[in-house]
């Protein structure tokens, strides 16, 4: 590898440093100490972050197109359309109450759609679980944040493995990138708060944008001002003194302007109708609490119309919904901040009130929920908010013990740090055997999802679209697949959206051979889910059952003895 008379040695020298240019060995050196020096937890924790994405890439084509998603991407279009027409085209105002919800997340995926090449659903529910991913980490740098790396990897792992979240994450499209950005914007306010009256301008930046992308998606981000205006008071000087206090909450204030203003522009650019007035989101927020549609909604086994819900519906859905671990280490930690000597010896001052802060972070919206007795429905899928706050609770709490424990009994540590893996792994193994209906999650308070069964939400989404029709189609290929003559197209009855069913014949190619029908009554064939009895609706033989844990989910009927009785005698 020399030239004729030339120096070997120089010349290897010089083929290494083109292959290895001193930048990029530079770069790896750097690489290199930084993994070197890098936390245990925190490394465990890019670990659960790169598995997380392993998973998503696999399954992100296997979830149903929920209820609204076709609402929600049609509103998008109507957003863009607005803007093309230069503000002339206002069929978004007019498009149900759509107009009440910013539209970033959708804008997002219509932009995105005409240059991804993926199915529009499919792009959707990537964008989603890539979302979630996002809450994972912003709760994990909360937790971790507060009290350090082994309390933001047990709050990543509690967080990823809590089917209540986990199995929202594909097609929740406004509730986990709400949830996402709230907690994200609540990291960056928690890193404000150290700093105040003076933050630095990386986190009043962070602070502006998450709350902006959080107000551009639901109006529910109107509650980050309010938690900023609490971490404001909370860090007033003591002793207290009315002008130290003035002095105190006037430099903060006009330090958090640049990020409300911020906010303001991003949340008024993907609602529209936030930006027709000022006091336009607040209408909003009112408007919400006053949502009264004939929407029946399941509790203790007794039907409710989301105007009547019990005031208690919200909380009492988290209590058994959540994993329990994750639940009981989130009480633990509220009740030891109510100890503060206890506190004391295991986080410092500054940590106590962070905690506090992510205490009324799940608590005031609670609060306001139970007080004001909004309408409640589908469990606590309008909370999803508060559920990353809560695992960061969780993993604060969690630490504490381990690190008591670490002082005087390292094997005891030990072994409790092991059982919170293991309960953790069991965790991520019942929603393997959810899949992929991992949102139908409940706790052992209820006994389960067989305990839920008929007495709680269920399939809300009716996630079993895809399994339904899939077993529609291969009972027919089994049943008709066979015979020459040229089969009938038959009617479908479905107990949810027709885009959804119309999405799922032509992915599994049933177009020429299922068509839609509204009169359930001439239906040919069935499709149900549980959820709200529906599956009783109509009278047919059970072709199709889906079930998980032994509990059936999701039913087919074959109802042509009714409709075509020549046609089940001639079958053989």
């Not at 149903?64 to 609402?71: G, H, L, M, R, T």
């Not at 709400?178 to 960056?188: G, I, K, P, Q, R």
């Not at 959206?497 to 177009?511: D, M, T, W």
Request: proline content about 5%; charged content about 15%; aromatic content about 12%.
């Amino acid at each position: 590898m020399t030239r004729p008379g030339g120096d070997g040695s120089q010349s290897d020298g010089a083929l290494l440093r083109r292959a290895n240019p001193p930048n990029a060995s530079a770069f790896f050196r750097r690489f290199s100490e930084r993994l070197r020096r890098a936390d245990g937890f925190d490394l465990a924790t890019l670990a659960v972050f790169a598995a997380l994405l392993v998973v998503i890439a696999l399954t992100f084509r296997v979830y149903a197109v929920s209820n609204d998603e076709w609402v929600q991407h049609h509103y998008g279009e109507l957003i863009l359309n607005y803007y093309k027409s230069g503000f002339t085209d206002r069929a978004l105002f007019q498009f149900d109450n759509l107009y009440l919800y910013g539209g970033l997340f959708d804008i997002t995926a219509v932009a995105l759609s005409s240059i991804v090449p993926l199915e529009v659903y499919d792009l959707r529910h990537l964008m989603t679980a890539l979302c979630g991913l996002g809450g994972i980490a912003a709760a994990a740098a909360l937790a971790r944040r507060i009290a350090g790396p082994r309390a933001g990897f047990l709050a990543a792992l509690l967080l990823a493995t809590c089917a209540a979240w986990y199995g929202t994450m594909f097609n929740h499209t406004k509730d986990i990138p709400l949830a996402a950005a709230m907690t994200a914007a609540s990291y960056f306010l928690i890193c404000a708060a150290r700093g105040l009256p003076r933050p630095q301008w990386r986190h009043i930046f962070g602070f502006g944008l998450f709350t902006g992308l959080a107000l551009g998606i639901k109006v529910l981000g109107l509650l980050l001002p309010v938690y900023a205006g609490v971490a404001v008071v909370m860090s007033l000087p003591r002793p207290l003194t009315i002008r130290g206090s003035v002095r105190h909450i006037t430099t903060a204030a006009l330090r958090f302007m640049p990020a409300f203003v911020l906010a303001y522009l991003i949340m008024i650019a993907a609602w529209p109708w936030a930006a027709l007035a000022p006091l336009n989101p607040l209408r909003g927020l009112f408007q919400f609490a006053e949502f009264h549609y004939h929407i029946t909604t399941w509790l203790h086994g007794q039907s409710y119309e989301m105007a009547n819900a019990p005031r208690l519906y919200v909380p009492i859905y988290l209590a058994i919904r959540l994993p329990l671990l994750l639940l009981g280490a989130a009480i633990f930690t509220l009740v030891l901040m109510m100890l503060p000597r206890a506190m004391v010896r295991v986080l410092p001052a500054h940590a106590r009130q962070e905690t506090a802060l992510v205490i009324l972070m799940v608590l005031f919206p609670l609060a306001c929920q139970v007080i004001g007795h909004g309408p409640a429905f589908t469990g606590m899928r309008h909370f999803l908010f508060v559920v990353p706050p809560i695992a960061a609770l969780a993993a604060i709490g969690l630490d504490a013990v381990l690190a008591a424990l670490a002082r005087g009994h390292i094997a005891l540590a030990a072994t409790a740090f092991a059982l919170v893996l293991g309960n953790a792994g069991w965790n991520a193994h019942r929603m393997v055997e959810l899949h992929p209906y991992e949102y139908l999650y409940y706790n052992q308070l209820v006994g389960g999802l067989h305990g839920a069964d008929r007495r709680y939400v269920m399939d809300y989404w009716v996630g079993v679209m895809p399994a339904s029709v899939a077993q529609l189609g291969q009972f027919l290929e089994r049943t008709e697949g066979g015979k020459k003559v040229v089969p009938p197209v038959y009617s479908v009855g479905v107990c949810g959206e027709r885009k959804s069913f119309a999405r799922e014949l032509k992915v599994q190619g049933l177009i020429h051979r299922l068509r839609w029908t509204a009169d359930w009554n001439r239906a040919d064939f069935f499709i149900a889910p549980t959820h709200g009895n529906c599956d009783r609706v109509l009278e047919g033989r059970t072709i199709a059952a889906i079930t998980r844990d032994d509990t059936l989910i999701g039913v087919v009927k074959d109802r042509r003895r009714t409709t075509r009785p020549a046609i089940v005698d001639a079958t053989p």
